[in-house]
T-cell receptor, first 117, second 115 residues
């Protein structure tokens, strides 16, 4: 069964360093998302991406964050200068193109646990 | 703005008991989608169900059932004859419009099923 794949599963980085979280969405999906979950809290939306551009972003997604689809299969989230409060589980998700069946679920990857020290 | 409330922070039941997880949502859109996701201890998010705002039929899938009531803006989830493997955090989520928009998650309900 197709699935969203995220690498690495766990990353530890020093405060101020840049990190890139990688995701391979399901191949026939065209909408991509990043969410994060601070330990013990709810899942929060960061950004959505369609047709090679950001379609929606939250207040959390400030200038320190960027997303890219560099090669048609990978979807990356970059944090330029990590802060302690960026420590969280980051989930990538993808969903299908909209057709006759408007509305479809987002499938989530297994997450990357980012620890900033 | 949309909002999802899961008032039950944690529920503990004994195996084989039935349990209902509550979800109340707020939205100004007439078209929206509701979802339930399961997060087991391993941490991934597992999709359980999607419902659009025009379909109020209740749904049953094995031991799982969902009760969608627009009149009370609720989308409750019942597990019948709970099992230890059902232990997880369950999230209700809302997506406004045709569903391509971001999911707004509730704070989750942690379900502990004791043997």
């Amino acid at each position: 069964e197709p699935e969203v794949t995220q690498t690495p599963s766990h990353q530890v980085t020093q405060m101020g360093q840049e990190v890139i979280l990688r995701c391979v969405p399901i191949s026939n999906h065209l909408y991509f998302y990043w969410y994060r979950q601070i330990l013990g809290q709810k899942v929060e939306f960061l950004v959505s991406f369609y047709n090679n551009e950001i379609s929606e972003k939250s207040e959390i997604f400030d200038d320190q964050f960027s997303v890219e689809r560099p090669d048609g299969s990978n979807f990356t989230l970059k944090i330029r200068s990590t802060k302690l409060e960026d420590s969280a589980m980051y989930f990538c998700a993808s969903s299908k193109r909209w057709g006759q069946d408007f509305g479809t679920e987002a499938f989530f990857g297994q997450g990357t646990r980012l620890t900033v020290v | 703005a949309q909002k999802v409330t899961q008032a039950q922070t944690e529920i503990s039941v004994v195996e084989k008991e039935d349990v209902t997880l509550d979800c109340v949502y707020e939205t100004r859109d007439t078209t929206y989608y509701l979802f339930w996701y399961k997060q087991p201890p391993s941490g991934e998010l597992v999709f359980l169900i999607r419902r659009n705002s025009f379909d109020e039929q209740n749904e049953i899938s094995g031991r799982y059932s969902w009760n969608f009531q627009k009149s009370t803006s609720s989308f409750n989830f019942t597990i019948t004859a709970s099992q230890v493997v059902d232990s997880a955090v369950y999230f209700c989520a809302l997506s406004e419009g045709t569903g391509r928009r971001a999911l707004t998650f509730g704070s989750g309900t942690r379900l502990q099923v004791q043997p």
